[in-house]
Protein backbone atom coordinates (compact mmCIF):
# COMPACT_ATOMS: atom_id res chain seq x y z
CA UNK A 1 0.00 0.00 0.00
CA UNK A 2 1.31 3.57 -0.71
CA UNK A 3 1.71 5.55 1.67
CA UNK A 4 2.30 8.87 -0.30
CA UNK A 5 -0.77 11.74 -0.61
CA UNK A 6 -2.71 11.22 -3.84
CA UNK A 7 -3.13 13.69 -6.17
CA UNK A 8 -6.46 15.11 -6.80
CA UNK A 9 -9.33 13.65 -7.71
CA UNK A 10 -9.30 14.91 -11.90
CA UNK A 11 -6.27 13.22 -12.21
CA UNK A 12 -7.69 9.92 -10.54
CA UNK A 13 -9.87 9.71 -12.48
CA UNK A 14 -8.40 10.23 -15.76
CA UNK A 15 -6.42 6.87 -15.23
CA UNK A 16 -9.34 4.92 -14.18
CA UNK A 17 -11.91 6.41 -16.24
CA UNK A 18 -9.67 5.70 -19.64
CA UNK A 19 -9.02 2.34 -18.71
CA UNK A 20 -12.65 1.16 -18.25
CA UNK A 21 -13.73 3.21 -21.24
CA UNK A 22 -11.43 1.56 -22.99
CA UNK A 23 -12.87 -1.60 -21.50
CA UNK A 24 -16.02 -1.15 -22.32
CA UNK A 25 -14.96 0.12 -26.05
CA UNK A 26 -13.31 -3.14 -26.81
CA UNK A 27 -16.52 -5.10 -25.49
CA UNK A 28 -14.59 -6.75 -22.08
CA UNK A 29 -15.75 -7.72 -19.01
CA UNK A 30 -13.75 -6.81 -15.64
CA UNK A 31 -13.37 -10.97 -15.57
CA UNK A 32 -12.01 -11.28 -19.22
CA UNK A 33 -9.33 -8.29 -18.12
CA UNK A 34 -8.33 -9.65 -14.95
CA UNK A 35 -8.20 -13.72 -16.78
CA UNK A 36 -5.72 -11.49 -19.17
CA UNK A 37 -3.52 -10.28 -17.04
CA UNK A 38 -3.22 -13.01 -14.15
CA UNK A 39 -5.22 -10.56 -11.54
CA UNK A 40 -7.89 -10.93 -9.85
CA UNK A 41 -11.48 -9.25 -10.32
CA UNK A 42 -11.53 -7.00 -7.10
CA UNK A 43 -7.62 -5.29 -8.48
CA UNK A 44 -9.03 -4.49 -11.75
CA UNK A 45 -12.15 -2.87 -10.33
CA UNK A 46 -9.39 -1.05 -7.61
CA UNK A 47 -7.25 0.17 -10.55
CA UNK A 48 -10.81 1.83 -12.41
CA UNK A 49 -11.87 3.30 -9.15
CA UNK A 50 -8.57 4.99 -8.29
CA UNK A 51 -8.66 2.81 -5.05
CA UNK A 52 -4.69 1.68 -5.53
CA UNK A 53 -3.71 1.66 -1.86
CA UNK A 54 -5.83 -1.72 -1.95
CA UNK A 55 -2.97 -3.18 -4.37
CA UNK A 56 0.39 -4.99 -3.05
CA UNK A 57 2.35 -1.54 -3.58
CA UNK A 58 3.19 1.38 -5.93
CA UNK A 59 5.76 -0.59 -8.21
CA UNK A 60 3.07 -2.89 -8.89
CA UNK A 61 -0.03 -0.73 -9.04
CA UNK A 62 2.09 1.02 -12.00
CA UNK A 63 2.92 -2.28 -13.35
CA UNK A 64 -0.66 -3.47 -13.30
CA UNK A 65 -1.64 0.35 -15.22
CA UNK A 66 0.49 -0.49 -17.75
CA UNK A 67 -0.28 -4.07 -18.48
CA UNK A 68 -3.86 -2.92 -18.46
CA UNK A 69 -3.13 -0.13 -21.36
CA UNK A 70 -1.19 -2.51 -23.71
CA UNK A 71 -4.30 -4.96 -23.55
CA UNK A 72 -6.40 -2.57 -24.58
CA UNK A 73 -4.19 -0.86 -27.28
CA UNK A 74 -3.40 2.37 -25.41
CA UNK A 75 -0.32 4.38 -24.60
CA UNK A 76 1.12 2.61 -21.72
CA UNK A 77 4.09 4.60 -21.26
CA UNK A 78 1.64 7.71 -21.05
CA UNK A 79 -0.59 6.19 -18.22
CA UNK A 80 2.11 5.34 -16.29
CA UNK A 81 3.66 8.65 -16.67
CA UNK A 82 0.07 9.74 -15.44
CA UNK A 83 0.46 7.13 -12.33
CA UNK A 84 3.80 8.58 -11.36
CA UNK A 85 2.76 12.40 -11.15
CA UNK A 86 -0.30 11.25 -9.04
CA UNK A 87 1.87 9.43 -6.37
CA UNK A 88 5.04 11.78 -6.44
CA UNK A 89 8.94 10.33 -7.39
CA UNK A 90 9.64 10.32 -3.80
CA UNK A 91 7.22 7.28 -3.10
CA UNK A 92 8.10 5.24 -6.38
CA UNK A 93 11.96 5.78 -4.54
CA UNK A 94 10.48 4.70 -1.03
CA UNK A 95 8.74 2.17 -2.58
CA UNK A 96 11.96 0.30 -4.24
CA UNK A 97 13.82 0.74 -1.11
CA UNK A 98 11.28 -1.05 0.81
CA UNK A 99 11.59 -4.01 -1.62
CA UNK A 100 15.43 -3.56 -1.06
CA UNK A 101 15.14 -3.98 2.36
CA UNK A 102 12.71 -7.10 1.83
CA UNK A 103 15.25 -8.97 -0.33
CA UNK A 104 18.39 -7.99 2.15
CA UNK A 105 16.05 -9.19 5.12
CA UNK A 106 15.23 -12.77 2.88
CA UNK A 107 19.01 -12.98 2.22
CA UNK A 108 19.84 -12.10 6.12
CA UNK A 109 17.24 -15.07 6.70
CA UNK A 110 18.88 -17.29 4.85
CA UNK A 111 22.47 -16.80 6.05
CA UNK A 112 21.08 -17.24 9.38
CA UNK A 113 19.12 -20.38 8.45
CA UNK A 114 22.38 -21.28 7.11
CA UNK A 115 24.40 -21.01 9.86
CA UNK A 116 22.10 -22.47 12.52
CA UNK A 117 22.43 -25.94 10.66
CA UNK A 118 25.92 -25.35 10.73
CA UNK A 119 25.97 -25.15 14.47
CA UNK A 120 23.38 -27.85 14.89
CA UNK A 121 25.59 -30.26 12.56
CA UNK A 122 28.32 -29.33 14.82
CA UNK A 123 26.65 -29.77 18.22
CA UNK A 124 25.63 -33.55 16.94
CA UNK A 125 29.33 -34.31 15.94
CA UNK A 126 30.83 -33.26 19.32
CA UNK A 127 28.07 -35.15 21.47
CA UNK A 128 28.48 -38.33 19.21
CA UNK A 129 32.70 -37.82 19.66
CA UNK A 130 32.11 -37.14 23.06
CA UNK A 131 29.73 -40.17 23.70
CA UNK A 132 32.13 -42.51 22.02
CA UNK A 133 35.32 -40.83 24.30
CA UNK A 134 33.11 -42.12 27.19
CA UNK A 135 32.92 -45.45 25.59
CA UNK A 136 36.45 -46.08 25.21
CA UNK A 137 37.31 -44.82 28.74
CA UNK A 138 35.27 -47.18 30.29
CA UNK A 139 36.23 -50.39 28.41
CA UNK A 140 39.97 -49.87 29.85
CA UNK A 141 38.91 -49.49 33.25
CA UNK A 142 37.06 -52.88 33.09
CA UNK A 143 39.57 -54.95 31.62
CA UNK A 144 42.08 -53.49 34.05
CA UNK A 145 39.79 -54.48 37.10
CA UNK A 146 40.10 -58.12 36.82
CA UNK A 147 44.27 -57.90 36.74
CA UNK A 148 44.30 -55.97 40.07
CA UNK A 149 41.73 -58.50 40.90
CA UNK A 150 43.03 -61.39 40.76
CA UNK A 151 46.55 -60.20 42.29
CA UNK A 152 47.68 -62.49 45.25
CA UNK A 153 49.87 -62.29 47.62
CA UNK A 154 51.02 -65.19 49.61
CA UNK A 155 53.33 -66.13 52.42
CA UNK A 156 55.49 -69.13 51.43
CA UNK A 157 56.74 -71.00 54.66
CA UNK A 158 60.03 -69.56 54.98
CA UNK A 159 58.70 -65.94 55.81
CA UNK A 160 58.94 -64.90 52.11
CA UNK A 161 56.09 -63.17 50.45
CA UNK A 162 55.21 -64.57 46.70
CA UNK A 163 52.68 -62.23 44.64
CA UNK A 164 50.98 -64.48 41.74
CA UNK A 165 48.28 -63.45 39.65
CA UNK A 166 46.19 -65.95 36.78
CA UNK A 167 48.39 -64.23 34.18
CA UNK A 168 51.19 -66.25 34.90
CA UNK A 169 51.99 -68.90 33.27
CA UNK A 170 50.62 -72.28 34.34
CA UNK A 171 53.31 -74.26 34.83
CA UNK A 172 54.78 -70.83 37.06
CA UNK A 173 51.78 -71.38 39.66
CA UNK A 174 52.09 -75.05 39.34
CA UNK A 175 55.66 -75.22 40.29
CA UNK A 176 54.92 -72.68 43.10
CA UNK A 177 52.02 -74.57 44.52
CA UNK A 178 54.26 -77.88 44.57
CA UNK A 179 57.09 -75.64 46.27
CA UNK A 180 54.60 -74.76 48.97
CA UNK A 181 52.98 -78.11 49.39
CA UNK A 182 56.58 -79.65 49.93
CA UNK A 183 57.97 -76.79 52.61
CA UNK A 184 55.52 -77.43 55.28
CA UNK A 185 56.53 -81.42 54.72
CA UNK A 186 60.21 -80.25 55.72
CA UNK A 187 59.50 -77.32 57.92
CA UNK A 188 57.43 -80.17 59.75
CA UNK A 189 59.71 -82.83 59.83
CA UNK A 190 62.34 -79.95 61.17
CA UNK A 191 59.87 -79.34 64.15
CA UNK A 192 59.10 -82.73 64.77
CA UNK A 193 62.96 -83.25 65.04
CA UNK A 194 63.11 -80.36 67.68
CA UNK A 195 60.02 -81.41 69.71
CA UNK A 196 61.81 -84.71 69.93
CA UNK A 197 65.19 -83.70 71.36
CA UNK A 198 63.40 -81.45 73.86
CA UNK A 199 60.59 -84.07 74.93
CA UNK A 200 63.97 -85.94 75.70
CA UNK A 201 65.61 -83.74 77.74
CA UNK A 202 62.02 -83.34 79.57
CA UNK A 203 61.67 -86.74 80.05
CA UNK A 204 65.14 -87.69 81.38
CA UNK A 205 64.71 -86.18 85.13
CA UNK A 206 61.36 -87.85 85.51
CA UNK A 207 62.79 -91.01 84.22
CA UNK A 208 65.50 -90.68 87.23
CA UNK A 209 62.16 -90.35 89.69
CA UNK A 210 61.04 -93.63 87.67
CA UNK A 211 57.80 -92.07 87.27
CA UNK A 212 55.98 -93.33 84.09
CA UNK A 213 55.56 -90.40 81.16
CA UNK A 214 53.07 -91.52 78.32
CA UNK A 215 53.46 -89.06 74.92
CA UNK A 216 50.99 -88.52 72.82
CA UNK A 217 50.92 -90.16 69.59
CA UNK A 218 51.03 -88.26 66.22
CA UNK A 219 48.29 -89.26 65.49
CA UNK A 220 46.18 -88.09 67.96
CA UNK A 221 48.10 -84.96 67.38
CA UNK A 222 47.30 -85.06 63.76
CA UNK A 223 43.42 -85.96 64.41
CA UNK A 224 43.12 -82.87 66.92
CA UNK A 225 44.88 -80.58 64.21
CA UNK A 226 41.99 -81.51 61.81
CA UNK A 227 39.07 -81.09 64.14
CA UNK A 228 40.14 -77.77 65.08
CA UNK A 229 39.88 -76.84 61.48
CA UNK A 230 36.61 -78.36 60.69
CA UNK A 231 34.10 -75.51 60.55
CA UNK A 232 30.79 -75.64 62.44
CA UNK A 233 27.61 -77.09 60.47
CA UNK A 234 25.30 -76.07 61.79
CA UNK A 235 21.83 -75.52 59.43
CA UNK A 236 21.40 -71.57 59.17
CA UNK A 237 18.37 -69.83 56.68
CA UNK A 238 20.10 -67.72 54.03
CA UNK A 239 18.43 -64.49 52.98
CA UNK A 240 17.55 -64.15 49.27
CA UNK A 241 20.02 -63.75 47.16
CA UNK A 242 22.88 -65.08 49.68
CA UNK A 243 24.70 -67.74 49.05
CA UNK A 244 26.53 -70.73 51.26
CA UNK A 245 29.71 -71.92 50.44
CA UNK A 246 31.92 -74.73 51.64
CA UNK A 247 35.34 -75.68 50.15
CA UNK A 248 37.79 -78.88 51.46
CA UNK A 249 41.75 -78.74 50.52
CA UNK A 250 43.57 -81.63 50.10
CA UNK A 251 46.89 -79.79 48.58
CA UNK A 252 47.94 -76.08 49.32
CA UNK A 253 46.09 -73.85 47.17
CA UNK A 254 45.93 -69.80 46.90
CA UNK A 255 42.05 -68.09 46.51
CA UNK A 256 40.04 -65.23 46.23
CA UNK A 257 36.46 -65.25 46.89
CA UNK A 258 34.62 -62.44 45.85
CA UNK A 259 30.72 -61.60 46.09
CA UNK A 260 28.33 -59.89 43.81
CA UNK A 261 29.13 -56.71 45.16
CA UNK A 262 32.69 -56.83 44.11
CA UNK A 263 33.28 -57.27 47.82
CA UNK A 264 36.16 -59.77 48.77
CA UNK A 265 34.66 -62.41 51.37
CA UNK A 266 38.06 -64.48 51.35
CA UNK A 267 41.81 -64.56 49.85
CA UNK A 268 45.26 -66.00 50.69
CA UNK A 269 47.46 -69.34 50.64
CA UNK A 270 44.80 -72.58 52.59
CA UNK A 271 47.27 -75.50 53.98
CA UNK A 272 46.52 -78.93 52.78
CA UNK A 273 43.80 -80.63 54.99
CA UNK A 274 41.78 -77.38 56.10
CA UNK A 275 38.44 -76.27 55.12
CA UNK A 276 36.93 -73.01 54.81
CA UNK A 277 32.33 -71.75 54.83
CA UNK A 278 31.94 -68.45 53.71
CA UNK A 279 28.49 -66.98 52.86
CA UNK A 280 28.16 -63.92 51.02
CA UNK A 281 25.95 -62.26 47.82
CA UNK A 282 25.41 -64.57 44.88
CA UNK A 283 26.82 -64.90 42.35
CA UNK A 284 30.66 -65.99 44.27
CA UNK A 285 33.19 -65.74 42.16
CA UNK A 286 36.03 -68.03 43.35
CA UNK A 287 39.33 -68.16 41.89
CA UNK A 288 41.33 -71.01 42.60
CA UNK A 289 45.50 -71.35 42.25
CA UNK A 290 45.64 -74.81 42.60
CA UNK A 291 42.64 -76.49 41.60
CA UNK A 292 43.57 -80.09 42.35
CA UNK A 293 42.57 -81.73 44.94
CA UNK A 294 39.73 -79.16 46.15
CA UNK A 295 35.76 -80.01 46.78
CA UNK A 296 33.39 -77.53 46.67
CA UNK A 297 29.95 -77.66 48.25
CA UNK A 298 27.17 -74.64 47.38
CA UNK A 299 24.02 -74.44 49.70
CA UNK A 300 24.25 -77.94 50.30
CA UNK A 301 24.83 -79.63 47.08
CA UNK A 302 28.29 -81.02 45.59
CA UNK A 303 30.01 -79.07 42.70
CA UNK A 304 31.60 -80.21 39.56
CA UNK A 305 33.88 -77.96 38.28
CA UNK A 306 36.14 -79.87 36.06
CA UNK A 307 35.30 -78.07 33.43
CA UNK A 308 36.51 -74.53 34.34
CA UNK A 309 39.83 -76.35 35.06
CA UNK A 310 42.38 -74.87 33.20
CA UNK A 311 45.98 -76.02 33.53
CA UNK A 312 45.74 -76.21 36.90
CA UNK A 313 43.95 -72.95 37.69
CA UNK A 314 39.99 -72.47 37.69
CA UNK A 315 37.81 -69.49 37.90
CA UNK A 316 34.30 -70.55 38.79
CA UNK A 317 30.84 -68.27 39.61
CA UNK A 318 28.65 -69.63 41.58
CA UNK A 319 24.74 -68.82 42.34
CA UNK A 320 24.37 -67.38 38.35
Not at 104 to 124: C, T
Request: charged residues 20%.
Amino acid sequence: MSDAPLATDAQTMTIGDTLREARIAAGLTVVDVASKLNLTAQAVESIETHQFERLPGTTFARGYIRSYAKVLGLDADQLAQQFDQLVGSSSLVGVVHSIDQVGEARRVSRGMLQFSVFVIVLIVIGAAYYAWQMFNRVEPEASIKPAVFERVEVERADGSVHVQTLDEPEDQAVAFALEAQTAPETADIETESVNQDEALQAVEPEVAQEEPVQALPPAAEQVESNTVNEPATQPVELAPGVGALEMRFENDCWLRIVDADGNEISSGLKRAGEQLAVTGKAPLDVHLGYARGVSIVYNGEPVDFSSAVRGETARIKLGQ
